[in-house]
């Protein structure tokens, strides 16, 4: 167990649907990232966030977004889904976002849409 | 772009058997090079390695970095059945933050 927590585990729903993906990071971690895992393209960074800031964009949908609140749990927000949505979405933490330290992965969630 | 690329993607072995998974990668403003181990859900963390700390050993897991070679190696030696998994080389780079940028992954599968 590493610590991170993410919710719902599973998740389903329909084309054109909004969804809230929630994540808690270890505790002491100031750093959130956000991944989307598929079996074609494997694992893809999405977004990082610092103590409530963003600090880093990758591979993100202008569908999407997220936020680090000031308990430091974070939310991403996907909407107009499409069926290539369906994918896993891991939330990562870490302590900074200096010194290249390890992240830490939540258990992820499964989000299917049909 | 950053570009990490594992092989083979696939591996069978036996119980017993010695295995080395490679990882190369081209990625500007390298940071460090973490190698994650995943069975059914969340990737795991087995080693992180630096500039300044390019060998790192765990029971039977080891690994190396070739900062020459833009290259890493994650070996593991008399494999079990637990080991079955797939196995993410992933490297941070880039200045400001520490987002990874993930390989496709070896699938390791150890069969009795």
């Known amino acids: 167990d590493s610590g991170v927590t993410q919710t719902p585990k599973h998740l389903i729903t329909a084309t054109g649907q909004r969804v809230t993906l929630r994540c808690s990071p270890r505790?002491?971690?100031?750093?959130v990232y956000w991944y989307q895992q598929s079996l074609d393209q494997g694992l893809q960074f999405l977004i990082q966030?610092?103590?409530?800031?963003?600090?880093a964009k990758g591979n993100i949908l202008e569908r999407f977004s997220a936020q680090q609140f000031p308990d430091l749990h974070s939310e991403l927000n996907l909407s107009s889904l499409e069926l290539g949505d369906s994918a896993l979405y891991f939330c990562?933490?870490?302590?900074?976002?200096?010194?290249?330290?390890?992240?830490?992965f939540g258990p992820g969630t499964r989000l299917l849409v049909l | 772009e950053d570009k990490v690329v594992q092989s083979p993607l696939s591996l069978v072995v036996h119980e017993g058997d010695t295995v080395t998974l490679n990882c190369s990668y081209e990625?500007?403003?390298?940071?460090?090079l973490l190698w994650y181990k995943q069975e059914k859900k969340a990737p795991t963390f087995l080693f992180m390695l630096?500039?300044?700390?390019i060998e790192k050993k765990s029971g039977r897991l080891s690994s190396i970095l070739d900062k020459k070679e833009l290259s890493s190696i994650l070996n593991i030696t008399a494999t079990q059945t637990g080991d079955s998994a797939i196995y993410l080389c992933?490297?941070?780079?880039?200045?400001?933050?520490?987002?990874?940028?993930f390989g496709k992954g070896t699938k390791l599968s150890v069969i009795p």
């Open positions: 992933a490297v941070a780079a880039g200045a400001g933050s520490y987002q990874l940028t």
């Open positions: 505790s002491g971690d100031l750093s």
């Open positions: 990562a933490s870490s302590v900074s976002y200096s010194g290249g330290e390890t992240q830490y």
């Open positions: 630096t500039s300044s700390g």
């Open positions: 966030y610092y103590n409530g800031e963003e600090r």
């Open positions: 990625v500007t403003n390298f940071r460090s």
